[in-house]
């Protein structure tokens, strides 16, 4: 055998391929924590208990594709090493904040980066769908979570009273309790549809995916989940009003109440079969139900191209990308094993004056269900009231640590549900001394003939904020930089009499003033 006919001497596309290796390992020692976790959140979640399968599911769709995926030219490289980088600063920035959401929606865009560096084009439209379908099982962002439930609950209960009142029964709705006269129904969290919505959307996706149609079809049933989701959830609160009304309370509990929620969404399942039925007869007309979807591997569309290895060094992209990586990855240990935030010392709301000039205060507190959802680490309820009767309510929550699950959002999004109507917004100014003042959020809020006036804005390490996204901003910066996430919401309202909304105004304005003095102690710069 002559001494030139193997040679063992790597190539610079071998090289880049090791390159590659490394980096990936990298990405796993760091995405490994949050890979556990969201595992974890499926286990026990039931909006999100379809996300076990879904890694499978996507599996298989690459898998379809496998001869596509042969035919692959390296046109992408550096969007797709773009993306690795990208991916690592984006988890650096969530792990930093404490973000798992955004943990792993880098880990999408690392996957995404990985196919646009092996395959270009072909990768980017085979991996699209698996992308999209892993996307659907990361629980959302906390304050887009909290408006996307308080919307539907209000939506399902307007459209379940309408339900129950074409029954023939008398109903009356306030926010989102429904009262039938001998009961009283609460549309909580649990019942705003969205246990339906994420596996409704993942499973109309994958509809999407097999059906033989065009884009424009598939969008429609994607899209279609929502109001379909609606509708089903609001027919299942009116089919709960109806039931305990016959059966007694009982009813809406224990297993006829997680039944009734299978065959709600099976129901809502077959809305979606039918959607596509209709489709199939409309423009399919003589294809039996399984001609509509195509189940078959993805055939390559031209003889599949192999990439000659280049010579020289590997290029410079791969390389930095690598040490990108490997700086990442140690940052992101280094904060995953001291993630323990710091906390400041602070006055707890117990000690909190119970006298504030001519007005005493009388405490309130928060259902046990209203703390499963704020889970705050400390908080204040009650009024305070006058000799005359002059009334202030003082709401505030503080979190030593604000996370997923845990923070503070407006109280915009709670106010509808509780049946009032906001009846105008505006940010105010109010002076606090004769050299200081601070901005609030001031609401005018209506329930039948009563109107309050309501202020709030957050707090947080000695800065106020009126826009709840700015201080999210803020937030992200001071725990990357100071490792510091605590906050609160101060909340004041008071009674508006005889339409009086200037002595309403000055009546929280001195109020304010009196507090002001004291909140330092209790919500730490």
Not at 99 to 124: D, H, P, Q
Request: proline share 4%.
């Amino acid at each position: 055998m002559s001494a030139h006919s193997l040679s063992f001497a790597p190539t610079a596309m071998s090289r880049e391929r090791w390159l590659l290796m490394a980096i990936a390992a990298l990405q796993l020692s760091i995405y490994a924590e949050p890979m556990i976790r969201i595992i974890g959140v499926w286990w026990d979640s039931e909006e999100y208990g379809h996300g076990l399968f879904m890694p499978l599911v996507a599996g298989y769709i690459v898998w379809l594709n496998r001869d596509r995926l042969a035919e692959h030219r390296r046109n992408l490289t550096g969007l797709g090493y773009t993306a690795l980088a990208g991916s690592l600063v984006l988890m650096l920035a969530a792990s930093l904040a404490n973000l798992e959401s955004v943990k792993l929606y880098s880990l999408l865009m690392a996957i995404g980066g990985y196919f646009l560096v092996l395959f270009g084009r072909v990768g980017l439209r085979v991996i699209t769908v698996p992308l999209l379908l892993l996307f659907l099982v990361i629980p959302l962002p906390y304050l887009l979570i909290s408006q996307l439930t308080a919307g539907l609950q209000l939506i399902s209960s307007e459209l379940g009273t309408w339900f129950i009142r074409l029954f023939g029964y008398s109903v009356f709705l306030e926010g989102n309790l429904i009262d039938m006269g001998s009961f009283k129904l609460a549309v909580v969290e649990a019942c705003s549809g969205l246990r339906y919505l994420f596996p409704l959307s993942s499973f109309a996706v994958l509809v999407a995916y097999f059906v033989r149609s065009g884009f424009a079809f598939k969008a429609i049933l994607v899209l279609a989940t929502v109001p379909v989701t609606i509708l089903m959830n609001s027919l299942r609160i009116a089919g709960t009003g109806v039931i305990v009304n016959t059966f007694g309370s009982e009813a809406a509990e224990g297993f006829l109440h997680d039944f009734e929620g299978w065959v709600v969404f099976l129901a809502a399942l077959a809305v979606l079969v039918l959607i596509v039925l209709v489709y199939g007869r409309m423009f399919r007309p003589g294809n039996g139900f399984h001609d509509l979807f195509d189940f078959e591997p993805r055939k390559a569309t031209q003889v599949a191209i192999k990439q000659k290895p280049t010579k020289g060094e590997p290029k410079v992209l791969p390389v930095a990308t690598l040490g990108l990586a490997s700086l990442v990855a140690a940052a992101v240990l280094a904060v995953t094993l001291n993630s323990t935030p710091y906390v400041p010392e602070r006055l707890s709301f117990y000690d909190f004056p119970t006298q504030l000039g001519n007005k005493a205060l009388r405490t309130k507190s928060l259902s046990q269900g209203e703390i499963d959802i704020l889970r705050p680490d400390d908080y204040f309820l009650g009024d305070f009231v006058s000799d005359a009767g002059d009334l202030v309510g003082l709401y505030m929550v503080y979190y030593d640590e604000q996370k997923e699950g845990s923070a503070l959002h407006s109280p915009k999004v709670c106010i509808p549900g509780g049946g009032w109507i906001i009846a105008d917004e505006s940010v105010r100014a109010v002076a606090l001394g004769p050299n200081s003042e601070i901005e609030v959020n001031r609401v005018v809020i209506r329930k039948g003939e009563l109107t309050q006036v309501v202020y709030y804005w957050i707090d947080q390490m000695g800065q106020t904020f009126t826009n709840e996204y700015l201080a999210r901003a803020s937030l992200l910066k001071s725990a990357t930089l100071n490792n510091r996430s605590d906050g609160a919401l101060v909340r004041v309202n008071t009674v508006v009499h005889d339409g009086d909304f200037e002595a309403a105004d000055r009546q929280l304005d001195e109020f304010l003033q009196k507090i002001y003095v004291f909140l330092p102690d209790y919500l730490p710069s």
